[in-house]
């Protein structure tokens, strides 16, 4: 099984902590009329929002963080990663489509669509894999079991809940008064995943290095041939 770096643990934990950090000093940067229970995050980064660069750089890192994740998380397999960094590139792209300060923005909006449809998808990318088994290369066990975060139960519950946190966020935006709260829910959650499936990854690598090695297994004598001695190999009588 393939090693996960371990600048890939600083790089997924980093995800979350850039979040939180940047909508929190982004936030006590605006005005007082500013409230991240309704406001959402990409008001932090939009046309005329104070010191915006804060939030917009925060998301860029976030954006890295996530395609750094995608180039070594091997055990995730090609689907999940693919899905991982397109996110973390439509992420980095709304820097390029900030909100404007009045109305909405058709680009914006495809973009931060795109990034959290892909974020909240890539989980289940693992239950692409056919047969169910993957190759031992990516495995944590012989038997070609992967890693608990990439297994298909597993996989697919946490998309279903990612995609119902992304749902409340919706609802919230045609409706609803708690916008920024159902966003930063779902933001963070989207983030902490990706933590969870490296240190699923390592855990994995670990035990896959501890396995004993496999004991030698003689081969067994030629038809026709002379007996085998246990006390010399290969000998006769």
Not at 51 to 75: E, F, K
Not at 156 to 181: M, N, P
Request: hydrophobic share 50%.
């Amino acid at each position: 099984m393939r090693a996960v770096p371990s600048w890939a643990v600083a790089t997924a934990a980093a995800a979350p902590v850039l979040l939180v950090a940047g909508w929190t000093v982004a936030g006590a940067r605006q005005p007082s009329g500013y409230d991240p229970v309704r406001d959402t995050i990409s008001e932090l980064a939009g046309e005329g929002a104070t010191d915006s660069w804060l939030m917009a750089g925060c998301l860029a890192l976030l954006g890295c963080c996530y395609l750094g994740t995608a180039l070594v998380l091997h055990a995730a397999g090609l689907p999940s990663r693919f899905l991982l960094a397109v996110g973390g590139t439509a992420t980095i792209a709304l820097i390029a489509f900030p909100r404007p300060q009045v109305g909405g923005s058709p680009a914006h909006g495809t973009v931060a669509t795109v990034a959290v449809l892909a974020l909240s998808l890539w989980p289940a990318g693992s239950a692409l894999r056919l047969p169910r088994a993957v190759g031992r290369g990516v495995a944590a066990a012989p038997t070609g079991t992967p890693p608990w975060a990439f297994r298909r139960p597993v996989a697919l519950a946490v998309t279903a809940l990612l995609l119902v946190l992304f749902g409340w966020f919706v609802v919230e935006v045609t409706g609803g008064s708690r916008t920024g709260l159902a966003e930063r829910v779902a933001a963070l959650a989207v983030a902490l995943w990706p933590l969870a499936a490296v240190l699923s990854a390592r855990r994995a690598h670990r035990r896959w290095s501890a396995r004993p090695p496999a004991p030698a297994v003689a081969d067994p004598p030629r038809p026709g041939g002379p007996p085998v001695s246990p006390g010399r190999p290969g000998a006769g009588g």
